[in-house]
């Protein structure tokens, strides 16, 4: 891949990022509840979210599920279930600390690093749009008279740091509306906000062709 060709794909990348979207939302909530450095597992399982959907869509299963409407509809389902799930739980953690004290507030439970990874990377993973996506995104910047390997590893590499960056940067702005949202009223509202969000997301997909 050429230097040009490189940029592209990097700008291009970059602003499908930065979109926000569940993921990003799941990132705020982890950097607020935990701190930054202690959700480090959730950011390393959405970018290895990420990294798995383009590694499928580089091995042609973003044409299989193009093929397969079936195949589409029960992952689409699985998916729409799951930010439902998050729904659910994100609306319970809004409704205990309705009737929570501050100091229980104050110090949430730290989940271990596989819960923290695995939640974050099944949200990353539970929308197959996105092999659909980067199916269709990845050949617009791949040189037929190179090497496909070497191009493919590039892309993703660029992806893989740009994707954890951005997160980064998402738990990193959370700081600042931080002493807000960790108070009583504060939380309690982000949960809920989360909630209608995460829901608001599942129906998306359901309702989508």
């Known amino acids: 891949m050429n230097l040009e060709t490189w940029l592209l794909f990097s700008g291009a990348a970059l602003i499908v990022i930065l979109i926000p979207g569940p993921l990003s939302l799941l990132m705020v909530g982890n950097s607020l509840n935990y701190g930054l450095r202690r959700s480090l597992p959730a950011f390393l399982g959405g970018v290895s979210a990420s990294l798995c959907l383009l590694s499928a869509s580089a091995l042609g299963l973003g044409a299989l599920l193009l093929a397969s409407e079936r195949v589409f509809g029960v992952l689409k389902l699985i998916g729409a279930l799951y930010l439902f799930y998050l729904a659910w739980q994100s609306w319970r953690e809004s409704r205990r600390g309705a009737g ?71 738990g990193l702005g959370a700081r600042g509306a931080a002493r807000y949202l960790r108070s009583g009223r504060g939380q309690v509202w982000f949960n809920r906000v989360s909630a209608g969000l995460f829901a608001g997301a599942g129906s998306a997909s359901l309702l989508s062709r």
């Open 100 to 170: 929570a004290t501050p100091a229980q507030l104050e110090t949430p439970a730290l989940p271990g690093f596989r819960a923290l990874f695995w939640k974050a990377f099944a949200l990353g993973a539970s929308n197959p749009k996105d092999i659909l996506f980067f199916a269709a995104f990845l050949p617009q910047f791949i040189d037929a008279g190179r090497p496909l390997a070497g191009q493919l590893a590039s892309m993703i590499a660029t992806w893989a740091l740009l994707d954890l960056a951005c997160k980064l940067a998402y």
